[in-house]
């Protein structure tokens, strides 16, 4: 993600060009693993609050989402590893983006959180969904009702993070890139029986639905224009 001027903010052109860039890497069958990272000091500040704003009324608000429950979507069931490294901050959407990879590593002292709930919405990629997939539930509710941004040592505590990294994270990926593609599709595979069905397609979409529904609140509104006028 390459757009550090506004902190990896996820424009309607980046809905599209990472959907590109997965469908790229899928059709390349000698690659093993992908990883997922932010241009300069974050990972991704979620959605680009100038153009995922507050004013688009619910059925907008869906479309505009849909588009990237479809990415987070495409990314969990994966047909090879996937990790996220967390260079820097990652907040409301951009922790979905995280949590849709198989594995997180992340420099220390970055802080992670669903700042949604601090915009008056609730996820809306159908990270939110996933997250329940990735960590204890009693730890995913508690990280997703109360919005807290949570340290690398917290993160590592949860579950939700496996590792910190320093600059030359290829060292910390071996485990992953020094087996073969056929053994890294065979355990990816298992994996998505196991723990990710077709059905949590279903599930996302219904979070999607759920936080258009709130898109449209004086709450979001009021919280969109504080953050617009503070630029
Ligand atoms: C729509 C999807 C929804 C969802 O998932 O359902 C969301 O994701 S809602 C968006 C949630 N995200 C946020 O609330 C994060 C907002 N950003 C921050 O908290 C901070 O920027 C940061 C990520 C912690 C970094 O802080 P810092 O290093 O201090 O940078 P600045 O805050 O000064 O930002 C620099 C520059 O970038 C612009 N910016 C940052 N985030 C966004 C964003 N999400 N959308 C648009 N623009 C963003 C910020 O406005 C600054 O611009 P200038 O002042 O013009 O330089």
């Known amino acids: 993600m390459d757009r ?22 899928k059709e390349d069958d000698s690659v093993k693993l992908l990883t997922l990272t932010g241009a300069g000091d974050v990972f991704c500040s979620g959605g680009d609050l100038h153009d995922f704003h507050g004013d688009l009324g619910e059925q907008n608000a869906f479309q ?11 990314l969990a069931r994966f047909p090879i590893p996937t990790v996220a490294l967390l260079n820097g901050p990652a907040r409301g959407g951009g922790t979905e983006l995280a949590t849709a990879c198989d594995f997180r590593y992340i420099k220390e002292g970055v802080t992670c959180g669903f700042t949604q709930g601090d915009l008056g919405l609730t996820t809306g990629w159908g990270g939110g969904t996933l997250l329940y997939h990735r960590i204890p ?25 496996q590792g910190t990294y320093v600059d030359d994270v290829l060292e910390q990926l071996k485990p992953y890139t020094d087996k073969t593609v056929e053994q890294v599709r065979i355990f990816k595979q298992q994996y998505i029986r196991q723990q990710l069905p077709l059905s949590i397609s279903t599930e996302m979409d219904e979070e999607v639905r ?6 449209d609140t004086p709450e979001h509104k009021e919280a969109i224009q504080k953050f617009l006028s503070a630029e």
């Open 4 to 25: 550090p001027q506004v902190k990896n903010a996820v424009s309607f052109d980046m809905v599209g060009e990472l959907k590109e860039a997965f469908q790229g890497i």
């Open 64 to 74: 505009m989402l849909y588009g990237m429950k479809e990415v987070l979507y495409e």
């Open 137 to 161: 539930n009693l730890h995913a509710y508690h990280w997703l009702l109360s919005s807290s941004l949570y340290d690398s040592n917290k993160l590592i505590d949860i579950g939700w993070v």
């Open 210 to 215: 759920r936080c258009s529904m709130v898109w």
